[in-house]
């Protein structure tokens, strides 16, 4: 049976009532895991990154991040609550702040979001933490990669620094929403066979069957879809999220699909792609082959122009004169977003640390290589 994950992320808004009425919905709907994301905005963004547009006004990204932030307390409760109502407790943290307290309190799962994915620090800590976990004679906390945005060589490294025990990984297009015919699910199958881990799909088209029933018929036994109370409502996720009955309907077609598969054996992939085909109306069969796609992996058309923008990189975190030397507290691990610039790899951010600048920087900037000696 897959693991069907609910993503609650930061639909709550904060709201403790809101947050326990959306398990609530996850337990109902049939989900196994519901998931939070452990925000804060220091973690992920510079506060120049730009801004969105949201149904009350345009505000700074940086201030939206900002007021999704919860005490540790917050997530305890919601962790104890969620075990209450029979599911497993994942999060996703943004840093090595959010990563400690999230570790301190025994989630069921850690999950590394898809920007996250080149956060090298953080992969390095989990790891250690989980080595650590492993001498104690400990099973170490099961970890759920993300992989949208990301290229195959990203992929092996993350996975080569978290190792393969306990981690499984989600192919994922980072893209809201994400268009189905661009999944390329047979990549599913390709990377299970490549890495030799588990494998599934974090889901952000709006269709609530299509991809999760593809991604089973691929070999994926992990699924994550966004769920909300309401489409209507303020979460930065809600436009693609999926209401209550549409997240039961997308656990009752997988579930379905487990049994065809089962039931039919080595005939089942084709059984499933023409039920599929037929329900998908007029050209149904040539959209269900353009989502399972030619399984090789590349970036999606449709997340292609957010690489390097979307996931982590390196950024100055103050003005900066020519001379001057780059300390730890001089530099991030961010998402650059909106309107800054890129700067190189977290990867070489021990290499940068005590370089003598070669001009000027401004804050907020993406460090580049050339702006050192």
Not at 69 to 83: G, I, N, Q, R
Not at 201 to 228: N, R, Y
Not at 264 to 288: C, H, M, P, T, W
Request: charge should be negative; hydrophobic fraction near 35%.
């Amino acid at each position: 049976m897959s693991l069907i994950i609910a993503e609650i992320g930061t639909s709550h808004e904060g709201s403790v009532e809101k947050a326990k009425l959306m398990i609530d919905e996850c337990a109902e709907a049939g989900a196994d895991c519901a998931k939070f994301q452990w925000v804060y905005a220091d973690e992920i963004l510079h506060p120049k990154t730009g801004f969105v547009n949201l149904p009350t006004g345009k505000i700074p990204l940086y201030d939206r991040f900002k007021q999704l932030e919860c005490p540790v307390s917050f997530y305890k409760e919601m962790l104890d609550y969620t075990h209450l109502k029979g599911m497993k407790f994942c999060c996703s943290p943004f840093g090595l702040r959010s990563l400690n307290e999230l570790l301190s309190l025994n989630p069921d799962f850690v999950k590394i979001a898809s920007p996250e994915l080149n956060h090298y620090p953080m992969l390095k800590a989990l790891a250690e933490y989980r080595e650590n976990q492993k001498s104690k004679g400990d099973v170490p906390v099961p970890v759920i990669l993300s992989s949208g945005v990301s290229k195959i060589e990203d992929i092996r490294k993350a996975v080569s620094i978290l190792g393969k025990e306990g981690v499984s990984l989600l192919h994922c297009i980072t893209s809201y929403p994400a268009p189905e015919e661009e999944y390329n699910l047979r990549i599913i199958t390709n990377l299970k066979k490549e890495l030799g881990i588990e494998m599934g799909v974090s889901d952000h088209s709006l269709d609530p069957v299509l991809v999760p029933a593809l991604s089973v018929v691929c070999g994926g036994t992990i699924i994550e879809k966004h769920i909300t109370l309401s489409k209507k409502t303020m979460g930065l996720d809600d436009p693609v999220a999926l209401e209550g009955e549409q997240f039961s309907l997308m656990v009752h077609c997988v579930h379905q699909t487990e049994a065809a598969l089962s039931h039919y054996g080595d005939q089942g992939f084709d059984y499933v792609v023409n039920q599929l085909s037929e329900n998908a109306g007029e050209g149904g069969r040539e959209k269900i082959l353009a989502i399972l796609g030619d399984g090789i992996k590349r970036l999606a058309p449709a997340e292609e122009a957010n690489y390097g923008r979307t996931n982590r990189s390196i950024h100055f975190m103050r003005d900066m004169k020519k001379g001057e030397v780059v300390s730890e507290k001089d530099v991030a691990v961010l998402r650059t977003e909106k309107i800054l610039t890129p700067g190189i790899s977290p990867e070489y951010l021990d290499q940068i640390i005590g370089k003598t600048l070669s001009k000027d920087v401004s804050d907020g900037e993406g460090l580049q290589f050339t702006d050192l000696n």
